[in-house]
Antibody
């Protein structure tokens, strides 16, 4: 069965950095695009970033461009999200998600999420 | 950015009743590139519907999706106790991908 396990969340001061990881198993990781989605406390879901299977095509929402960097290690089946210059607006549960199929940005498997809290 | 507006915000129903949830897009969602997810507290979202009307693997037949253009609907024909949750729509035709704010289906 597909499993996605995020780690790396925690409490960080404004302006700080965190690196999230998502360990994947149960599917051929390198052939699927992967995505990060976040949910702020009491708010809706927000798409953050996506990366194609080979890692060639990368996408970000405008509010994180230049601050966040998504990458993947297909030899280790791990997805990463490097987050720099964090602000309170980045406080959220961060989920990694597997695309249902290439070319369709719909997510059929999700991790349990990791909480990122940006506060002084 | 395509804004998705879901209504109602909260739907109070009893088990066995029919639930009809609406998702309206600020511009046309071409190719019916709209999905629905179920979200329960402490759990990740669960994919229910994609392509506006295709049920995801393992999703019960009581869940159905319809609509096109700017107006989409998720229908739960007869609510089961496990269906009380928040439901989000998502468009995946235009970047940034966007989600609706959600409709909570609560027990009356």
């Amino acid at each position: 069965e597909v499993q996605l396990l995020e780690s790396g969340g925690g409490l960080v001061q404004p302006g700080g950095s965190l690196r999230l990881s998502c360990a994947a198993s149960g599917f051929t990781f390198s052939t699927y695009a992967m995505t990060w989605v976040r949910q702020s406390p009491g708010k809706g879901l927000e798409w953050v970033s996506a990366i194609s299977g080979p890692g060639i095509h990368i996408y970000y929402r405008d509010s994180v461009k230049g601050r966040f960097s998504v990458s993947r290690d297909n030899s280790k089946n791990i997805l990463y999200l490097q987050m720099n210059s964090l602000s309170a607006d980045d406080t959220a549960i961060y989920y990694c998600a597997k695309n249902l199929m290439n070319g369709i940005a719909v997510y059929d498997w999700w991790g349990q999420g990791t909480l990122v809290t940006v506060s002084s | 950015e395509i804004v998705l507006t879901q209504s109602p915000g909260t739907l109070s129903l009893s088990p066995g009743e029919r639930a009809t949830l609406s998702c309206r897009a600020s511009q046309s969602v071409s190719s019916n590139s709209l999905a629905w997810y179920q979200k329960k507290p402490g759990q990740p979202p669960r994919l229910l519907i994609y392509g506006a009307s295709t049920r995801a693997t393992g999703v019960p037949a009581r869940f159905s999706g319809s609509g096109s253009g700017t107006d989409f609907t998720l229908t739960i024909s007869r609510l089961e106790p496990e269906d009380f949750a928040v439901y989000h729509c998502q468009q995946y035709i235009t970047s940034p991908l966007t989600f609706g704010g959600g409709t909570e289906v609560e027990i009356k």
